[in-house]
């Protein structure tokens, strides 16, 4: 008997939540690849348009995995001076809001899910984040059950003390 090794089929899913310095809202922005993932040049152009729905200075958090390094990084920050990155410690999920969500979606909408294929899937889970950018309690939520919320109180975020 012969047996293909064909590789798996994979849906890949990066998101950005947003909270608004002036009105306090926050904002998700996401987008999926079917069958290939988010190498530095994907995440760059994520990060590109979502500016593009940002206004004035932003401040990106994220952790040190190898698509958020490289020279797409780097063309991005030198082509937006508004633009500045604070990394997260080595794995520090507890640290990222964005976690929150990934947690939300894996272990609570999607667990035990058989997708018949995957572009369901992928259908399934942009589902998910687009009711999820609806729900702004379920987005505070995400940045309330983390520490980096925690630290902003007296800094004017509602709820934060």
Not at 65 to 87: C, D, M, V
């Amino acid at each position: 008997m012969t047996v293909s090794g064909k590789h798996r089929e994979r849906t890949s899913l990066i998101a950005g939540l947003s909270l608004s310095p002036i009105t306090h809202q926050p904002g998700l922005y996401f987008q999926s690849l079917v069958n290939t993932y988010f190498n530095s040049a994907a995440v760059a152009a994520f990060v590109r348009d979502l500016l593009r729905h940002l206004r004035g200075r932003v401040i990106l958090v994220w952790d040190n995995g190898s698509n958020h390094k490289g020279e797409p990084i780097q063309q991005l920050l030198r082509a937006y001076p508004r633009l500045t990155i604070e990394r997260l410690p080595p794995y520090a999920p507890d640290l990222n809001p964005v976690e929150q969500l990934w947690q939300h979606v894996k272990v609570g909408h999607l667990a035990n899910y058989a997708a018949p294929d995957i572009r369901t899937l992928d259908a399934k889970a942009l589902d998910f984040l687009a009711t999820a950018k609806r729900n702004r309690q379920r987005l505070h939520s995400c940045f309330k059950n983390t520490p980096l919320y925690k630290a902003l109180s007296g800094h004017g975020i509602p709820g934060s003390q």
